[in-house]
């Protein structure tokens, strides 16, 4: 079965912290996201990947980076936590080699993280 | 600034009727809609799909229509059952310097009234 994990499903960390949301995808999937969710606003993209080594911005990269050094795992990096990043943060992936592969995304259970 | 989130949309029904949830999408180059599903504790699910070439498809007790005049996208769902219960959110596929990328819309909650 295809699968996406978070490696948190909670996390509460301090204003100023550096931390890091991991991904692990076990599809071979060459694409892979990095969502916000916040209620009223929907999903909003932060970072994707095409390739390892890759990475493109997404409509709001500010405050946070990512690493792809693998292509099964997607990191995304707050290099110094605020509050304002307060938020359900979901990660995706999906594949460019099936017919129709590209839009269909298998999403991860979220990490919902509290900055405090 | 920081942003403040806006208030989800809700839309409550009683069950066993049908509901309608309906999106609008910004762009009308896009080729490609997806409604999702997402449960509470859950990431969202694929729910139903319709390329741009087409008005409406049919599911299994949901029906996607298509209106690209209007930019308007809906999601029906026929007699609702306490599992339908969730957001739901359409997604537009859009080409971003030859990059591809779905944007999501708001969310809508739906919720089931016995």
């Known amino acids: 079965d295809v699968k996406v994990t978070q490696s948190s499903r909670y996390l509460v960390k301090r204003t100023g912290e550096k931390v890091f949301l991991e991904c692990v995808q076990d599809?071979?999937?060459?694409?892979m996201f990095w969502y916000r969710q916040d209620p009223g606003l929907g999903l909003r993209l932060i970072y994707f990947s095409y390739d390892v080594k890759m990475k493109e911005k997404g409509d709001i990269p500010e405050g946070y980076s990512v690493s792809r050094e693998k292509k099964e795992r997607f990191s995304l990096i707050l290099e110094s936590a605020s509050t304002n990043q307060t938020s359900m943060y979901l990660c995706?992936?999906?594949?460019?080699?099936?017919?129709?592969?590209?839009?269909?995304?298998?999403f991860g259970s979220g990490t919902r993280l509290t900055v405090v | 600034g920081e942003s403040v989130g806006l208030h989800l949309p809700t839309l409550s029904v009683q069950e066993g009727d049908n509901s309608i949830i309906n999106c609008a999408y910004s762009?009308?180059?896009?080729?490609?809609f997806i409604w999702y599903k997402q449960e509470s504790g859950k990431g969202p699910q694929f729910i139903i799909d319709i390329r741009s070439n087409m008005d409406k498809r049919q599911g299994q007790r949901v029906t996607v229509l298509l209106n690209k005049t209007v930019k308007h996208l809906s999601l029906q769902i026929a007699a609702t059952q306490p599992g339908d219960s969730a957001v739901y959110f359409c997604a537009e596929n859009q080409r971003v310097q030859g990059a591809q990328k779905l944007v999501f819309g708001q969310g809508t909650r739906l919720t089931i009234n016995p």
């Open positions: 995706a992936s999906s594949s460019q080699r099936i017919p129709g592969g590209v839009y269909s995304y298998t």
């Open positions: 762009n009308s180059a896009s080729d490609y």
């Open positions: 599809m071979d999937h060459e694409n």
